[in-house]
T-cell receptor, first 115, second 109 residues
Framework: GAGVSQSPRYKVAKRGQDVALRCDPI?????LFWYQQALGQGPEFLTY????????KSGLPSDRFFAERPEGSVSTLKIQRTQQEDSAVYLC?????????????FGQGTRLTVV | DAKTTQPNSMESNEEEPVHLPCNHS???????IHWYRQLPSQGPEYVIH???SNVNNRMASLAIAEDRKSSTLILHRATLRDAAVYYC??????????FGAGTTVTVRA
């Protein structure tokens, strides 16, 4: 596809359930980012990959959050034992390189609701 | 992260220009100034970026002050589709984009 694709678009999870969110970046993009966006706020950085290497996971809020990108393309964000405070939109972005003068392309996000 | 300051909201009439200010008094010499916008229920969308010189593209213009402590995003003729939250972001060697609260732009028909 032409852009960053995320699936599912919407996910409702019961508290305590595990969820997996998928991101298909633009083909050939080296850098991949995950963000969390709470209602009415700007996106907050979660983690960054350069190819398959996770270079920064400083934004992951707890050890229940785990991200991987095993082959340097598709990435999965996993949340274990979901809590209500995990309800948010999860955004994935990719760019050709993680340099200051390159643009990032965002997907439409996955809206997670924990009930 | 270097900080930016933007007004919470701005209103404009359709087909009129919109000037969105951003203050970044602690900007470093290697920080690029990026602008993204987010339409309702969409992911953020790249608008424009620059370092020192003013920049133009099909979406907007970016005017950067000579001392680089402020910048202005200019939408030349606002349309209803330009209603969005606009984020001004500084990006250095640090690869991540650090979003603030942004400016909510409302366009009146």
């Amino acid at each position: 596809g032409a852009g960053v694709s995320q699936s599912p678009r919407y996910k409702v999870a019961k508290r305590g359930q595990d969820v997996a969110l998928r991101c298909d970046p633009i083909s050939g993009h080296v850098s991949l980012f995950w963000y969390q966006q709470a209602l009415g706020q700007g996106p907050e950085f979660l983690t960054y990959f350069q190819n398959e290497a996770q270079l920064d996971k400083s934004g992951l809020p707890s050890d229940r959050f785990f991200a991987e990108r095993p082959e340097g393309s598709v990435s999965t964000l996993k949340i274990q034992r979901t809590q209500q405070e995990d309800s948010a939109v999860y955004l994935c972005a990719s760019s050709l390189a993680g340099m200051a003068n390159t643009e990032a392309f965002f997907g439409q996000g996955t809206r997670l609701t924990v009930v | 992260d270097a900080k930016t300051t933007q007004p919470n909201s701005m209103e404009s009439n359709e087909e009129e220009p919109v000037h969105l200010p951003c203050n970044h008094s602690t900007i470093s010499g290697t920080d690029y100034i990026h602008w993204y916008r987010q339409l309702p229920s969409q992911g953020p969308e790249y608008v424009i970026h620059g370092l020192t010189s003013n920049v133009n593209n099909r979406m907007a213009s970016l005017a950067i002050a000579e001392d680089r402590k402020s910048s202005t995003l200019i939408l030349h003729r606002a349309t209803l589709r330009d209603a969005a939250v606009y984020y001004c972001i500084l990006r250095d060697r640090d690869y991540k984009l650090s979003f603030g609260a942004g400016t909510t732009v409302t366009v009146r028909a």
